[in-house]
C-alpha cells in the first residue's frame, strides 16, 4: 500500500544545533516528494520538491532534502536551525492522479 | 497576492446543523481539493475537483459534499455535521498538472478549525 511514515512525532533542537527530519514512503513508482511546512496558524507551505535529478534539493529557508531510493527515504535537512523555524513539518508524495498523500507529521520545538 | 482563501476560519456549531466552508482561489488553478488534518492521522484528502464541473472523491468523502459550479470557489458543504467531523480543514489549489502523476505543487489556504458539538 501507498504510504508515508514520519516516524518522529516531536523533535527538540536547541537554536544553532543541526536538524534531520526523517521521512520514508512506500510507493511502486517513481515518486515525486515534497516536503511541506506549516506555522502555527497557517496553511501548508511548499519548502521544497523532488521530481527527478540532483537526488540532493535545495529548498527555501536554508532547508534541503535528499532522495534515497534504496532507503525509500526523502530526509529533510538544516545545518542551522532558528527559532522561526518551529513548526509542523510534513513529508509528501505524489502518488498518481490527483493524489497526494501525506505523512502525519513532525512537530518542531526549538530551544533558546 | 496569489492565495487561497477559506471562511470560517473557525466554527463552532451544533451536530445536524448544515454549513458550508468556502474556498476561493485567484490563481486561475484548475485543481482544487480540501483535506482535513487529526492529530496523528496527518492530512486526509475529503474531495477534489479536477475543473469545473469535475469533482471525485478522496480518501474520507463520507459526510461531505463539494461542487465546482465556478472555477475559482470550491466550497465544502456539511450536510449534517457530527461530532466526529471536528477537524482542522485546509483547501489546496494546484496548476494544470505538467503531467498526470500528482507532480504539482499544492498552494494551501490557512486553515477552517471546526467544532461539532
Known amino acids: 500500500a501507498q504510504s508515508v511514515t514520519q516516524p518522529d512525532i516531536h523533535i527538540t533542537v536547541s537554536e544553532g544545533a543541526s536538524l534531520e527530519l526523517r521521512c520514508n514512503y512506500s510507493y511502486g513508482a517513481t515518486p515525486y516528494l515534497f516536503w511541506y511546512v506549516q506555522s502555527p496558524g497557517q496553511g501548508l507551505q511548499l519548502l521544497l520538491k523532488?521530481?527527478?535529478?540532483?537526488?540532493l534539493v535545495q529548498g527555501i529557508k536554508g532547508f534541503e532534502a535528499e532522495f534515497k531510493r534504496s532507503q525509500s527515504s526523502f530526509n529533510l535537512r538544516k545545518p542551522s536551525v532558528h527559532w522561526s523555524d518551529a513548526a509542523e513539518y510534513f513529508c509528501?508524495?505524489?502518488?498518481?492522479?490527483?493524489?497526494?498523500?501525506f505523512g502525519t507529521g513532525t512537530r518542531l520545538k526549538v530551544l533558546a | 497576492e496569489a492565495q487561497v482563501t477559506q471562511n470560517p476560519r473557525y466554527l463552532i456549531t451544533v451536530t445536524g446543523k448544515k454549513l458550508t466552508v468556502t474556498c476561493s482561489q485567484n490563481?486561475?488553478?484548475?485543481?482544487m481539493s480540501w483535506y482535513r488534518q487529526d492529530p496523528g492521522l496527518g492530512l486526509r484528502q475529503i474531495y477534489y475537483s479536477m475543473n469545473v464541473e469535475v469533482t471525485d472523491k478522496g480518501d474520507v468523502p463520507e459526510g461531505y459534499k463539494v461542487s465546482r459550479k465556478e472555477k475559482r470557489n470550491f466550497p465544502l458543504i456539511l450536510e449534517s455535521p457530527s461530532p466526529n467531523q471536528t477537524s482542522l480543514y485546509f483547501c489546496?489549489?494546484?496548476?494544470?498538472?505538467?503531467?498526470?502523476?500528482?507532480?504539482?505543487?499544492?498552494?494551501f489556504g490557512a486553515g477552517s478549525r471546526l467544532t461539532v458539538l
Open positions: 509528501a508524495v505524489g502518488a498518481g492522479t490527483y493524489k497526494y498523500i
Open positions: 489546496a489549489s494546484s496548476a494544470e498538472p505538467r503531467d498526470i502523476t500528482g507532480a504539482n505543487v499544492l498552494t
Open positions: 490563481m486561475n488553478h484548475e485543481y
Open positions: 523532488y521530481f527527478s535529478g540532483d537526488t
